[in-house]
């Protein structure tokens, strides 16, 4: 048989995967947080502390959840992330309660690591953010492989970029025109871009 017989099977990779074996612990502790990796029954106090608050999404890339099987739903995400280890999204709880009071989402992108983060209101201003990024920031560093931990924050954001300057990150200039904010504007905004470095 002659012929060109063109692509038979063609395997998309679902993810890309930039770090081979570099995985994150599932339980972080500090003093008075852990982050762990989230369960799915995490799903209600997910849903009732931020995915459906206007407020909190306002900066974020997604619409507030209407229903919590759109939360299930990102959970399913976060949980597939750990499992392609492109992303390790952790749910920052009280140490003591396991109350969920917010998520912070590194990905590791060979030589750097980026991060994403949010609160429920309730727990805003008490430093837990900042808390949590400082230990995000502490384990990246402890690994020799990565050097730059990095953030982008939309240039209203102010609570963001506070949170960034109190972890010790600089702001080195602004991406025009970046990341679509959809509860703000279908048309792209301006975003700080910060980082820490080794
Ligand atoms: C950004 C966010 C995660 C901060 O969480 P947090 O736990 O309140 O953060 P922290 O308490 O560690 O620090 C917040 C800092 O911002 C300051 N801040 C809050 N609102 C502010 C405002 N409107 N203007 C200036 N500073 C502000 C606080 O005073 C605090 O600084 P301080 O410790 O010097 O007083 C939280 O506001 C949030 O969930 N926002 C919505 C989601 C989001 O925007 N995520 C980031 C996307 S890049």
Redo the contacts with the bound molecule.
């Keep these: 048989m002659s012929g060109h017989h063109g692509v038979r099977s063609f395997v998309m990779p679902t993810c890309q995967k930039y770090n081979d074996a570099m995985r994150m612990p599932e339980q972080i502790e500090t003093e008075r947080l852990v982050l762990r990796k989230p369960r799915m029954d995490d799903a209600y106090a997910i849903f009732a502390g931020?995915t459906q608050d206007t407020?909190?999404?306002?900066?974020?890339t997604w619409h507030p959840h209407q229903r919590i099987e759109q939360t299930k739903q990102f959970l399913q995400k976060c949980l597939s992330a750990w499992e392609y280890e492109t992303r390790f999204p952790y749910v920052i709880t009280l140490k003591g309660s396991d109350e969920i009071?917010?998520m912070i989402d590194p990905r590791i992108e060979g030589p750097k690591m980026g991060i994403?983060?949010?609160?429920?209101?309730a727990?805003?201003?008490?430093?837990?953010?900042?808390?949590?990024?400082r230990a995000i920031i502490e384990w990246a560093f402890l690994q020799p492989s990565i050097y730059r931990v990095y953030?982008?924050?939309?240039v209203e954001?102010?609570?963001?970029?506070?949170?960034?300057?109190?972890v010790g990150m600089q702001c080195e200039g602004i991406l025009r025109k970046c990341i679509i904010h959809p509860n703000i504007s279908d048309v792209p905004r301006d975003?700080y871009i910060y980082a820490i470095v080794k």
């Design positions: 931020w407020e909190v999404t306002r900066y974020l009071i917010g994403g983060y949010g609160a429920a209101r727990h805003w201003g008490k430093g837990y953010v900042a808390e949590a990024t953030a982008t924050t939309d954001n102010l609570a963001s970029r506070r949170v960034l300057e109190k975003s």
